[in-house]
């Protein structure tokens, strides 16, 4: 069940992951929606991306413990799950 991006659907709108990056389609959504939408990025990340949270926490660690930057982490860490997602499949 996915209850905001339903909403921002049958508003003809849609949230796009490429990666570890996400876009919004707006479509019809009013501004105050979009507006919404931004408030609540983190819980519609989410939405989209199940593992979300878990590929922050492995970049967190990656930049701390690692000393990797920002952008090299969560690339690091992308690239680890992803990895961890063929493996099970």
């Known amino acids: 069940m996915t209850p905001v991006?339903?909403?921002?659907?049958?508003?003809?709108g849609n949230v796009i992951r490429r990666?570890?990056?996400?876009?919004?389609?707006?479509?019809?959504l009013t501004p105050e929606a979009i507006?919404?939408?931004?408030?609540?990025?983190?819980a519609v990340k989410a939405e989209v991306w199940p593992a979300y949270h878990d590929w922050q926490e492995r970049a967190a660690i990656m930049e701390h413990d690692?000393?990797?930057?920002?952008?090299?982490?969560?690339?690091?860490?992308?690239?680890?799950?992803?990895?961890q997602h063929a493996h099970a499949a």
């Open 5 to 12: 991006l339903d909403r921002i659907r049958a508003q003809g």
């Open 66 to 83: 690692g000393g990797l930057s920002r952008e090299d982490a969560e690339r690091a860490a992308y690239e680890c799950l992803e990895a």
């Open 35 to 42: 507006a919404w939408v931004k408030a609540n990025i983190e």
């Open 19 to 28: 990666g570890f990056s996400f876009s919004l389609r707006q479509g019809r």
